[in-house]
């Protein structure tokens, strides 16, 4: 079955940098959308980020410039290396799966995933 493990996270000052992992099981995660996701304590969750299985990428208007997703085919991982940290950057940070090669306008809807991590704290301090 699929499962999603999530690895990295932590706490950084302002301005620092933190890298998330999610290592992908029983199916080949470069075929298939990955999408990141946050949800600060009395917020909704929102979408970050999303890849899809041609590498195109795409960004939340507040992370981009300064987040990046990737991939490494060889480990079935997807990666969120995250810079420029900012303390409303903090929440927990969830990867997640469609079954669908493409991301497109349904990136950010946390419904349309199938599949998802366990989640990783990212506390950015001012």
């Known amino acids: 079955q699929v499962e999603l493990v999530q690895s990295g996270g932590g706490s950084v000052e302002a301005g620092g940098s933190l890298r998330l992992s999610c290592a992908a099981s029983g199916y080949n995660a470069s075929n298939y959308c990955m999408g990141w996701f946050r949800q600060a304590p009395g917020k909704e969750r929102e979408g970050v980020g999303s890849?899809?299985?041609?590498?195109?990428?795409y960004y939340s208007g507040p992370v981009k410039g300064r987040f990046t997703i990737s991939k490494d085919d060889a480990k079935n991982t997807v990666n969120l290396q995250m810079t420029s940290l900012k303390p409303e950057d903090t929440g927990m940070y969830y990867c997640?799966?469609?079954?669908?090669?493409?991301?497109?306008?349904?990136?950010?809807?946390?419904?349309?995933?199938?599949?998802w991590g366990q989640g990783a704290q990212v506390t950015v301090s001012s």
């Open positions: 890849i899809n299985s041609l590498d195109f990428t």
């Open positions: 997640a799966a469609k079954m669908t090669w493409a991301c497109e306008e349904t990136w950010q809807t946390w419904t349309s995933y199938n599949y």
